[in-house]
């Protein structure tokens, strides 16, 4: 049976010199910001946007993700994500992604979404998509879906950090990417260097003057970052994936 070629979707940018990092090497949070771009792109077209879901009183939020990197892109690099939806697990969404640079593989992705009642802020069904999201279900770039990361008994270091304004998305919650970016900061060059791909967990939305303390632990095959609110409840969990 052919399938619909519109539940696929390419997606290509350049990376600038703001996506970079000081390793001279592409920023986790920018490869983030692709993906999401490449998502949002592909649910407008599949009728499920923005705009579509404002009227519907619903939005998207991402619960979780993992991505598997050979080698980040360096400054100037253009891009190509490949992105498709993969049906559905319980109360999740399913997206893969593939990326590539100059006809080379150098990403593998999957991410699981939540369809949120804006008025009560509550899960809503995944059952009213379109039969498009469903399409390419035994397509994966990677097919088990993004896993739970514990939260370690004790941590090595932490990072205080206070999300501002420029922090927010047009919801006025903090950025997914932003989370990475703190993760990041708080691991070490060590770290940095042997990470070769990264699992998030996004467990509670945090707004503007939310003061946050970032907490790592690190052991050989992973760092595992956990950002808590005052109250000491995890908001956001980062497991980067060391070689």
């Keep these: 049976m052919m399938k619909n070629s519109q539940s696929v979707h390419d997606y290509s940018t350049e990376l600038t010199s703001i996506e970079i990092g000081a390793d001279l090497r592409v920023k986790p949070s920018a490869v983030a910001n692709a993906l999401q771009e490449a998502a949002r792109k592909h649910a407008d077209l599949l009728g499920w946007g923005v705009e579509t879901l404002q009227s519907k009183k619903l939005y998207w939020v991402l619960a979780r993700t993992r991505v598997e990197i050979t080698k980040r892109p360096g400054y100037a690099s253009e891009i190509n994500i490949k992105t498709w939806p993969k049906g559905t697990a319980g109360r999740y969404a399913l997206r893969d992604f593939t990326g590539s640079v100059q006809g080379k593989d150098f990403l593998r992705a999957t991410s699981s979404w939540v369809l949120v009642d804006a008025a009560t802020g509550r899960p809503s069904t995944v059952d009213q998509l379109s039969d498009l999201f469903s399409e390419r279900a035994n397509e994966h770039a990677l097919e088990v879906p993004a896993e739970k990361i514990a939260i370690p008994d004790e941590f090595d270091s932490e990072l205080a950090v206070e999300p501002m304004y ?78």
């Design 166 to 243: 420029s922090d927010l998305d047009v919801l006025g919650h903090v950025n997914n990417a932003r989370y990475l970016d703190w993760a990041w900061s708080a691991v070490t060059p060590e770290v940095r260097k042997k990470t070769k791909g990264w699992t998030v967990n996004y467990t509670k939305e945090v707004k503007a003057g939310q003061c946050m303390t970032v907490k790592v632990k690190s052991g050989k095959s992973e760092s595992v970052v956990v950002g808590f609110d005052e109250n000491q409840k995890p908001a956001f969990l980062v497991s980067f994936h060391l070689e």
